[in-house]
T-cell receptor, first 114, second 113 residues
Framework: DSGVTQTPKHLITATGQRVTLRCSPRSGDLSVYWYQQSLDQGLQFLIQYYNGEERAKGNILERFSAQQFPDLHSELNLSSLELGDSALYFC?????????????FGPGTRLTVL | GEDVEQSLFLSVREGDSSVINCTYTDSSSTYLYWYKQEPGAGLQLLTY?????DMKQDQRLTVLLNKKDKHLSLRIADTQTGDSAIYFCAESAYGGSQGNLIFGKGTKLSVKP
């Protein structure tokens, strides 16, 4: 158990819908990362927050957005969903953003878009 | 841009050693990581190596780093059926001003009894 929790574990929805994925980082960790794992693209970095502020952006679509709240939990919002958005979405956390800080991953949310 | 490459499959017999290889492109990477993903599960950090090290050993795991060739390997001694999983090599993009990890596609290790 990494200490990172993600809800829900599974999510099934239809094209065009909007969903919210939630992540609670390890106690004391200020930095949260979101990754998408799909069969064709592999594991790709989406976005990173540090202490409530956006820190870095990766291959995140404009239909996707995220935020980190004062209690440090984070939410990833996916809208106008398409079939290709079906994937495993992982959240990871680390104490800060230094390369000495290991990222610990949550169990993931499996999103299926029908 | 940064890129991490791994072979996709490796099959070994129980008790043998497994060697999973990885090449990366970002010479400014400070840390390199190995993660394990079992079926239906999340990513578990196995080990990492700092870029000024050549080798790191942790029980059955040995990580070798050839910085000149940008080559990283993970050796698992006395491989067990429980080691069957996908192993991901990752580099820290910190050198590129981001803190995220860049992953390879993963190597699926199959251990035959």
């Amino acid at each position: 158990d990494s200490g990172v929790t993600q809800t829900p574990k599974h999510l099934i929805t239809a094209t065009g819908q909007r969903v919210t994925l939630r992540c609670s980082p390890r106690s004391g960790d200020l930095s949260v990362y979101w990754y998408q794992q799909s069969l064709d693209q592999g594991l790709q970095f989406l976005i990173q927050y540090y202490n409530g502020e956006e820190r870095a952006k990766g291959n995140i679509l404009e239909r996707f957005s995220a935020q980190q709240f004062p209690d440090l939990h984070s939410e990833l919002n996916l809208s106008s969903l398409e079939l290709g958005d079906s994937a495993l979405y992982f959240c990871a956390s680390s104490p800060r953003v230094l390369p000495t800080d290991t990222q610990y991953f949550g169990p993931g949310t499996r999103l299926t878009v029908l | 841009g940064e890129d991490v490459e791994q072979s996709l499959f490796l099959s070994v017999r129980e008790g043998d050693s497994s060697v999973i290889n990885c090449t990366y492109t970002d010479s400014s990477s400070t840390y390199l990581y190995w993660y394990k993903q079992e079926p239906g599960a999340g990513l578990q950090l196995l080990t990492y190596i700092f870029s000024n090290m050549d080798m790191k050993q942790d029980q059955r795991l040995t990580v070798l780093l050839n910085k000149k060739d940008k080559h990283l390997s993970l050796r698992i001694a006395d491989t067990q059926t429980g080691d069957s999983a996908i192993y991901f090599c990752a580099e820290s993009a910190y050198g590129g001003s981001q803190g995220n990890l860049i992953f390879g596609k993963g190597t699926k290790l199959s251990v035959k009894p």
